[in-house]
């Protein structure tokens, strides 16, 4: 009998929201079909409400972890408290990184000076607790460098997660020692630049996510995405690599494992 495919760990979603209310437990249940048996659910997005559910969904199940943070959308309503809650959270066994984070200078939701505040504080926060980072970044690749590179001591360890940007910004990123994580937008038809990079990246700065709900993958696309599609994600970087599946999972989980401390586990089911 041949072994199964090895599995995957979906490092960025926010299962957590209500878009999952109905059917969390299919979700989780069609992952582990999948061969996605770990997940990090990423709060941040939408409210803070989103730390505290992602930090509970991580308590009840054992292949789970949460991250904290606030979205930039979100940084007008980075308050004092809002950050002492974060700090709490951050000491919680469960949570592998502080994020999701960072800059968006395409919706500019919240002004742009509010957001960079925000970044530094959470930044900050990162180097406070000896955690690494989710960076949301959007066409905001050098500020977001030089906040890393001013702010994070030298210390500071993360991710750019769904990464878009170009060549330069790839380079930048990786020179500061951070992985670039890709998502379903590597899989859409107008995305061959995305993947000339995704080719190059050194493997051991490979990691791959759903951003569920969001940015469903080719052939889901135009769906709500969910953790059990990110093997699609997968397998466009291994074609774009020429290797096979097996190894990019590999590769990707060990990876997530490193960064983010997670403890060792099976990286290839047994026949």
């Known amino acids: 009998m041949n072994p199964e495919p090895a599995s995957l760990i979906d490092t960025h979603c926010h299962i957590q929201t209500e878009e999952f209310d109905a059917d969390r437990a ?3 249940s069609r992952a582990r079909e999948a061969g996605v048996e770990t997940l990090i ?15 509970r969904l991580a308590e009840e199940n054992a292949n789970l972890y949460a991250t904290v943070g606030m979205h930039p959308h979100d940084a007008k309503d980075a308050s004092a408290e809002a950050m002492d809650r974060m700090r709490g959270l951050a000491a ?8 999701e984070t960072g800059l968006d200078f395409h919706y500019d939701h919240s ?29 905001s690749d050098r500020e977001v460098a030089e906040t890393i590179r001013s702010r994070g001591a030298g210390t500071l360890e993360g991710v750019i997660h769904c990464f878009t940007g170009d060549v330069a910004a790839a380079r930048t990123f990786l020179d500061l020692g951070f992985y670039l994580s890709f998502s379903g937008i590597v899989t859409f038809k107008n995305a061959e630049a995305l993947r000339d990079i995704a080719r190059w ?9 759903t951003d569920a709900p969001f940015l469903a993958p080719v052939p889901k696309r135009g ?20 290797v096979g599946v097996d190894e990019i999972a590999d590769t990707a989980s060990r990876n997530t494992r490193a960064l983010f401390r997670l403890p060792e586990g099976e990286t290839t089911r047994k026949p």
């Open 111 to 139: 002004p742009r000076q509010v957001q960079r505040d925000m970044f530094e504080r959470f930044v900050g926060l990162a180097v406070e607790t000896r955690l690494p980072m989710v960076v949301h970044n959007r066409e």
């Open 201 to 209: 990246v050194p493997p051991d700065r490979l990691l791959v996510e």
């Open 92 to 99: 919680h066994p469960k949570v592998v990184a502080i994020g």
């Open 41 to 55: 659910v990423v709060g941040g997005a939408g409210d803070l409400s989103t730390n505290d559910a992602a930090v």
């Open 223 to 242: 769906r709500r995405n969910e953790p059990a599609y990110v093997r699609f994600v997968a397998e466009t970087l291994a074609r774009v690599r020429g």
């Open 26 to 28: 299919d979700v989780l």
